[in-house]
């Protein structure tokens, strides 16, 4: 079992920074590939970035946040990041992390997440 708490949200201007951040319980947490997904209000949630426990932890993103968004992992203290730079209205968002139990697949689908976190709200003033 593994639960998830994001951090890190917040209010900020466009143009603007913030990291999100997700602290995991459990002891296999390097064995999980994690990913961040957004979802704002009216629509569906939709996928971030994706990031691998193994292959060297490759990353793959949306390509809406493509060259402003990084997602990194530190295993050691069970947390992923999202750094996200360059923000814009259309960023506002809960973000959510999540965490599937194989590394297999793109992971941008929301049904192959087996974990998730209870969400942290991004707002992004122009």
């Known amino acids: 079992q593994v639960q998830l708490v994001e951090s890190g949200g917040g209010l900020v201007q466009a143009g603007g920074s913030l990291r999100l951040s997700c602290a995991a319980s459990?002891?296999?947490?390097?064995?999980?590939?994690m990913g961040w997904f957004r979802q704002a209000p009216g629509k569906e949630r939709e996928f971030v970035a994706r990031?691998?426990?193994?292959?060297?932890?490759?990353?793959y993103y949306a390509d809406s946040v493509k060259g402003r968004f990084t997602i990194s992992r530190d295993n050691p203290k069970k947390t992923v990041y999202l750094q996200m730079n360059s923000l814009k209205p259309e960023d506002t968002a809960v973000y959510y992390c999540?965490?599937?139990?194989?590394?297999?697949?793109?992971?941008?689908?929301?049904?192959?997440?087996?974990?998730w976190g209870q969400g942290t709200q991004v707002t992004v003033s122009s």
């Open positions: 459990g002891s296999t947490f390097s064995s999980y590939a």
């Open positions: 990031i691998r426990w193994r292959y060297g932890s490759s990353t």
């Open positions: 999540a965490a599937k139990m194989d590394d297999y697949g793109l992971g941008d689908g929301v049904n192959e997440y087996h974990y």
